[in-house]
């Protein structure tokens, strides 16, 4: 406890770790502001009867911090500059280019593609704003709206993804810790007191049980989050020795950590993009004046309504993306070269194609633990749903994610800061 207050203490006593702290709660307290400003017209009362009703709608308002349950001018929030990074980072399998630019150019490459990334998020935030207009509109919650108006609201909706992903890297730049992941974090943090809120509210004495076990159960997420975020699986590495002169080098032994989690949360966001895409198709196609083709989207949102359905389609798109994402991030046989070239090796195993199928199978195996993970916890809130029959009753299991991924990377980041100044 003493320790803990020490570090708090210099957190505040040292001035450039104390403007990185003050900056991030400015800028966090600008994007509240403006999640708290809405486009004109808005039914709240259908809003949040659709947000209720709709588990795609109700998770895409947790990548837009708060931000679509008040239909505000950053309603997309940064989901747009995310889905181009994921986008970008998918096209370096089909780019060599890409995947020069990314991996091998430096600081000055990794900024290009980051440029990138920003541009696709125009378009994208155009394509999504769009689509949401008229989903909205078309379930009662936007009035009718006229071209200018469309075009209006869509410009409005666009130019505030655009200043969110200003904000969230002016935070990741002169802020501690992640400004998009911090983003996200601080409209989840928003929401928690309408949650306790309404849980007070629908108190019932008769269910005490039931609120003791939730309680247990989101103890015990939350140990489970932790660890598995956490999780390391290290592979050790010894450096052959080397003699230069009359010294003698390498000879040292270490590991290399493979992470049980290597994904992070990219995986849930991903799969999310895929899922909302049919159901805003469908909604678009069940108005058209063709009988046939009404029908057919009619009966696909139907089967989209499916809490069951949805959440085996759900559940199956996460695993497969933690694995294809987590191929995409780390390649083995980069690895493998890299520790040739520095005289390293993994004892018992040889250099070369030997060492990247041992590496690629390790992370195979640790990867399903990690694939498992995410879907669990993608799929946690209509489980407990299921079982509670309650629907404010429910552990977030994404939101909690990346509470505790935030929470642990600005502990981390700040920890850094700390024993840099010690030193």
């Known amino acids: 406890m003493n320790t803990a207050f020490q570090k708090i203490k210099m957190m505040f006593a040292d001035r450039s770790l104390r403007r990185r702290i ?18 004109p017209g808005i039914d709240t009362v259908q809003l949040q009867n659709l947000l209720n009703s709709n588990q795609l709608l109700s998770l895409f308002n947790v990548f837009s911090g708060g931000g679509l349950s008040h239909l505000s001018i950053v309603m997309l929030g940064v989901g747009p500059y995310i889905t181009g990074s994921i986008i970008m980072q998918l096209l370096t399998i089909l780019s060599p280019r890409l995947k020069a630019l990314y991996q091998e150019e430096g600081e000055a490459g ?26 909205l509109e078309r379930q009662g919650v936007l009035p009718q709206l006229g071209v200018s108006s469309l075009i209006v609201n869509l410009v409005v909706i666009i130019a505030g993804s655009v200043l969110l992903m200003w904000i969230g890297e002016l935070v990741t730049e002169f802020g501690i810790g992640n400004g998009l992941s911090l983003i996200i974090f601080a409209g989840i943090i928003a929401s ?71 994904a992070g949360v990219i995986p849930i966001i991903f799969a999310l993009s895929l899922l909302l895409f049919p159901q805003m198709i469908f909604s678009a196609l069940s108005h058209v004046s063709n009988a046939l083709v009404a029908q057919y989207a009619t009966m696909g949102q139907t089967l989209f309504n499916n809490p069951w359905f949805y959440a085996a389609i759900y559940f199956v798109l996460v ?39 041992y590496i690629s199978s390790v992370l195979t195996r640790i990867t399903l633990v990690g694939a498992v993970f995410l879907g669990l ?42 024993s840099m100044r010690e030193y």
């Open 192 to 262: 928690v007191p309408s949650t306790l809120g309404q849980l007070i509210f629908a108190y019932d004495p008769a269910q005490l049980p039931l609120y003791i076990g939730f309680l247990v159960a989101a103890i015990l997420v939350i140990i489970g989050v932790v660890i598995v975020t956490e999780a390391e699986r290290p592979i050790p590495v010894t450096y052959a020795k080397r003699v230069r002169g009359m010294k003698v080098y390498g000879g040292t032994s270490t590991y290399l950590p493979l992470r049980v989690n290597q």
């Open 319 to 357: 695993f497969a993306f933690t694995y294809f994402y987590t191929a995409v991030t780390f390649d083995p046989h980069t690895l493998s070269t890299n520790l040739q070239k520095n005289g390293a090796f993994i004892p018992g195993v040889r250099p070369g194609q030997p060492t990247a199928e």
């Open 377 to 418: 916890i993608a799929v946690l809130p209509l489980i407990l749903r299921a079982v509670t029959g309650l629907t404010y009753l429910a552990i977030g299991g994404t939101a909690l994610l990346i509470v505790v991924s935030v929470v642990l990377d600005i502990t981390k980041k700040v920890d850094a800061q700390i």
């Open 110 to 135: 990794r900024k290009r593609f980051s440029q990138y990334s920003r541009m696709l998020t125009v378009p994208l935030a155009a394509i999504q704003g769009f689509s949401f207009l008229i989903l």
């Open 22 to 39: 003050v900056f991030t709660f400015f800028a966090l307290a600008i994007f509240r502001v403006l999640a708290a400003i809405p486009i």
